[in-house]
């Protein structure tokens, strides 16, 4: 009965953790940078790993080369490129969301003129001609590099994966934003979010340093130089309370106060010139008549080594660039010095600085409120940008305490595992900041006896300034717009941006916002007497920056009933009675509450309605502000002293019920939502043939290279077992079980096959290559099997001669003990004497037969058959030594009081000592876990539930090992018949 009880618990253990392990997934980030590519991953048991590629590398080139139908990805990308340039496509991060007359597109046309770039007929957006006539968008060929970094992730966490947070530079707008996520739909992925790389350095971090942190701020500033642009960040950490599911709790908190960029100043420019100049070296040495600067390829050549340059100058003064066959034959050798290098860019070195003060400008901060400056990404590795970013701050030391290269994306995992359902992290806020402010304009309505001119006068109001935290949600009130409407949202005063920058940015029109229903409302509401209270628009700001309008309702207050307010009339009376005044003064008083936030709201609305009601009263619901609100609240009440208690509980009754009172005469508000219409204006719209298509172009690559993948496998498959199986027929052993016509035919087809790969078959399918496998292995199986049972025969007829000597000297030493130590029954130890016999006289009359067959033909003594006589033997050996683990000695009669203390002592040291290995197994795996990542349980199960399931692993075992000892009481009782049919009647194995 307890071992059918323990049967069924361990079953439903087992069952609830397969459970567990089910709905448990792994989650990703990208980071997406201008030149290269990072993932990371979270899985069950792997927290915050970087994901590596097929060549085991931590990052990958950004690139994609498309030639034949055929798609290639990292290294192989980037040697095609250099190949074939124009079968190349990199650095197109920068056109995401751009037109064909954004300064952006020209600029990136003058760095790679190989590349033949066309207008979208309808969105005049960037196209990629790709030189075989098909055209590729942006969003497509990032889409086709996210999908192959979704592969690496799966591959490398052995399980599918769907959710991803993707990094962003941080001065994307709202329509380098959208085109992003499009890439990703495009790609499969659900994008849990969209962070900005910077935040995720900065939470990367933070995550590691939470106990540094304390209530005062601590302002970081991190310098990000990467491939193609530079961005300062200004980080401020500190200790936040926060209030959720009813609990008040402390937790760390970064929040971006400045940010400064510069989109063109990187890695990338430095690579360009330096490769501008190897030209003109080449060029002045006049080798060859042939412009260097004509042929793409030989750019393509002078473009890579320019950035082996550039790497090794950062570490040395000086280096040769060498490029083998250059052009027309004619290598390339110069000389290139650091101080050369530096002269190039001295005008790239002289903005280094820009950032930084924009960054502290725009957090209206100096140097001295910052306690460090952390330099991030691979520009900075360059010596003279070290150098000039110490002259702009000011200081010596540079902070380098963070991976340079992959900071950004650890971050972003860890914020895709905070997102997801799986693991439960600790709790880390992050306060983003609104690079780009945002505002709404519409157009105020007049009376006819306005001109024309006063007609069409707009009005804007601000919806997020320039670095408000995010996200959060607005609200606009139109308290005097009687009829359908519109309006648009629009980006705001973008002063604080360069010239340069400015051009970069695009149109400076988001959307036009048109609603429809305000009259038919109307209409429908002002008839019973409600009154009209404005529109109210709904607009949200989420964690990937993107401005989102929710709803649009009107609404409107119905006044309470005649009957109700009559009733309250009679029953409450005009003026507050003395009492309750009172009670109210001494409940404020004692509790240092402030007066009524409702009122401060009613006298701010009722100002809102005295001013121009054309104006929309603007309502920021801000997570920051509620935790302000929380934390005031708590502290008051921490303050209310016991003696407040008495002067409350006076007048509690009745100010409850003057409260209901209140309530119940309060009109009743009524919202109708509103139908919104909304026009994108900064980027046109994809539609949703346009989607589809680009869904099915990917479709269509991605099957191609896995077809393209199955025949390589099966044609390196098949030329494998050729070239193995021609060696194999001059081996000894093959020679030995064959006869010379046997070889000579398997050697003939082997020819023919192999004729026949390198030929016709050299471009077919997976499925010929298998099935002429299926031919050659079919002929050769009955040779193959008798090489191997004629190698690996003597091998195991070894093993079982050496477990039989094992076990006659086992089953000797059995039958020799005393009587007062046996725990073997009579039936246990003829059962072993009965199958070491039995084996015995098997192998010889086996081996025999074996010997009189010559070993051309098919054998009579197996390994097979060897294998199980083996395993029989060393079962029932094992079972008499499981029994002998777990046998008491037999013990000499004693005195009552005697035997009754032993066996408390003995049942006492049992318990204590037994089994010290299981306590501290369980401690340590309760270490190794990650302090601030672990995994949750699945939805719809509580924390207490899951752990209510789990087994404690000393009682379990407490549990086993009294089952093993009523078996044993039962075997040593004497019974032979009980004995036998329990020992006989079903698998030693299966007892154990």
């Known amino acids: ?346 005008d790239l070195f002289d903005r280094v600085g820009a950032p930084v003060e924009q960054a502290l400008h725009s957090a209206q901060m100096t140097m001295d409120e910052i306690s460090q400056v952390i330099l991030v990404g691979g520009g900075t590795r360059v010596p003279r940008v070290q150098e000039e970013l110490r002259k702009a701050i000011g200081r010596q030391e540079l902070g380098k305490s963070v991976n340079a290269d992959e900071a950004s994306a650890l971050g972003a995992v860890y914020q895709a595992a905070a997102h997801s359902k799986t693991f439960r992290v600790k709790k880390f806020i992050i306060r983003d900041g609104c690079l780009y402010p945002i505002q709404v304009e519409f157009q105020r309505e007049r009376d006819s006896t306005h001109d024309a001119v006063e007609e069409q006068k707009k009005t804007k109001r601000t919806l997020f300034n320039h670095m408000n935290p995010f996200p959060q949600k607005k609200v606009l009130t139109f ?136 104006e929309p009263e603007s309502e920021q619901k801000s997570e920051e502000e509620a935790t302000k609100n929380e934390e005031k609240v708590q502290k008051d009440e921490k303050v209310v002293p016991p003696t407040t208690v008495k002067p409350e509980n006076v007048t509690n009754d009745a100010n409850k019920t003057a409260e209901e009172k209140e309530e119940a005469a309060e009109p009743q508000v009524v919202k109708e939502v509103l139908e919104a219409n909304e026009n994108i204006l900064d980027l046109v719209a994809v539609t949703a043939e346009e989607f589809k298509d680009s869904v099915e172009l990917l479709a269509l690559y991605m099957k191609k290279d896995k077809d393209r993948a199955a025949n390589e496998h099966a044609k390196n498959a098949l030329e494998s077992f050729l070239i193995q199986y021609q060696s194999d027929l001059g081996e000894e052993s093959f020679q030995a079980v064959s006869e010379e016509e046997e070889r000579e035919k398997i050697r003939e087809v082997l020819s023919e096959v192999g004729d026949w790969l390198y030929e016709d078959g050299s471009d077919t399918t997976a499925d010929v290559y298998n099935a002429k496998l299926k031919e050659l292995k079919s002929l050769t199986g009955a040779l193959s099997a008798r090489e191997t049972e004629f190698t690996q025969r003597p091998l195991a007829l070894k093993a079982l001669k050496d477990v039989m000597n094992f076990s006659e000297v086992f089953l000797n030493g059995s039958r020799n003990l005393p009587e007062e130590m046996q725990i073997y029954t009579d039936v246990e130890i003829n059962m072993l004497d009965k199958v070491i016999n039995e084996t015995k006289d098997w192998i010889k009359v086996m081996d025999a037969k074996q010997r009189k067959l010559s070993p051309t033909v098919r054998p009579v003594l197996l390994i097979q058959d060897i294998a199980d006589k083996f395993t029989a033997l060393d079962r029932e050996v094992k079972y008499l030594l499981n029994k002998a683990k777990y046998a008491k000695p037999k013990k000499p009669k004693a005195a009552k009081n005697e035997s009754v203390i032993e066996e408390k002592i003995e049942t006492s040291e049992n318990k204590t000592t037994e089994f010290p290995a299981a306590d501290e197994e369980e401690k340590t795996d309760t270490e190794e876990q990650p302090d601030i990542l672990q995994v949750a349980p699945p939805d719809g199960e509580a924390d207490d539930a899951v752990e209510t399931q789990e087994l404690p692993p000393i009682e379990e075992k407490e549990e086993e090992l009294t089952e093993a000892e009523e078996e044993l009481d039962t075997l040593d009782s004497g019974d032979d018949k009980s004995t036998k049919t329990e020992h006989h009647g079903h698998d030693p194995d299966d007892e154990l």
């Open 479 to 614: 308290n005097k717009h009687f009829k359908d409407f519109g309006f648009n949202v629009n980006y705001g005063d973008l002063s604080f941006l360069t010239p340069a920058q400015f051009g970069f940015f695009g149109t400076t029109n988001i959307s036009e916002i048109g609603l429809s229903g305000v009259d038919a409302s109307l209409e429908k509401h002002l008839s019973d007497t409600s009154s009209f209270k404005g529109v109210k628009a709904h607009f949200k700001m989420g964690d990937s920056g993107l401005l989102v309008l929710d709803s649009v309702e009107a609404v409107y207050e119905k006044p309470p009933s005649p009957d109700l307010e009559s009733t309250l009339s009679i029953k409450e009376p005009t003026q507050p009675g003395y009492l309750s005044e009172i009670g109210k003064k001494f409940t404020n008083l004692f509790s240092g509450s402030l007066p009524d936030t409702e009122t401060s709201e009613e006298s701010s609305q009722t100002d809102a309605k005295e001013s121009e009601a054309d």
């Open 1 to 346: 009965m307890k071992a059918t009880h323990l049967c069924f618990c361990t079953v439903a253990i087992v069952c609830t953790l397969l459970g567990q392990a089910e709905s448990q997934h792994a989650v990703m980030s990208i980071d997406l940078g201008t030149e290269w590519l990072k993932i990371a991953i979270v899985k069950p048991g792997v927290p915050m790993e970087i994901a590596l590629n097929k060549e085991s590398r931590r990052k990958t080139p950004l690139i994609l080369s498309i030639k034949d139908e055929e798609r290639l990805f990292s290294d192989a990308a980037v040697l095609l490129g250099v190949k074939h340039p124009r079968f190349a496509f990199a650095y197109m991060l920068d056109l995401l969301g751009k037109t064909m007359d954004n300064p952006a597109v020209e600029l990136f046309q003058q760095r790679f003129p190989h590349y033949k770039l066309v207008a979208h007929e309808r969105r005049n957006t960037v196209l990629f001609e790709h030189p075989s006539g098909v055209k590729f968008s942006p969003e497509e060929l990032i889409g086709m590099i996210l999908g192959k970094a979704k592969e690496y992730a799966e591959d490398f966490a052995e399980q599918k994966i769907k959710d991803a947070v993707i990094t962003v530079p941080v001065y994307f707008n709202q329509a380098e934003r959208r085109a992003l996520l499009h890439a990703a739909e495009i790609a499969g992925l659900q994008v849990m979010q969209l962070l900005n790389d910077n935040t995720a350095v900065a939470l990367h971090y933070g995550v590691f340093r939470r106990k540094d942190f304390n209530a005062t701020a601590s302002n970081i500033m991190f310098y990000d130089m990467g491939a193609g642009s530079t961005v300062a960040t200004i980080a401020s950490y500190s200790i936040v309370k926060t209030k959720e599911a009813g609990y008040v709790e402390t937790v760390p908190q970064v929040s971006i106060l400045g940010v400064g960029f510069d989109r063109t100043l990187g890695g990338l420019e430095m690579q360009l010139r330096l490769k501008d100049h190897l030209a003109k070296v080449f060029n002045a040495h006049k080798k060859t008549a042939s412009d260097v600067t004509s042929s793409p390829r030989s750019m393509a050549k002078l473009f890579k080594e320019a950035g082996k340059l550039m790497t090794v100058l950062s570490a040395n003064t000086q280096f040769v660039a060498q490029v083998e066959s250059l052009i027309d034959d004619e290598d390339f050798k110069a000389p290139v010095t650091r101080a050369e290098f530096e002269e190039l860019c001295h």
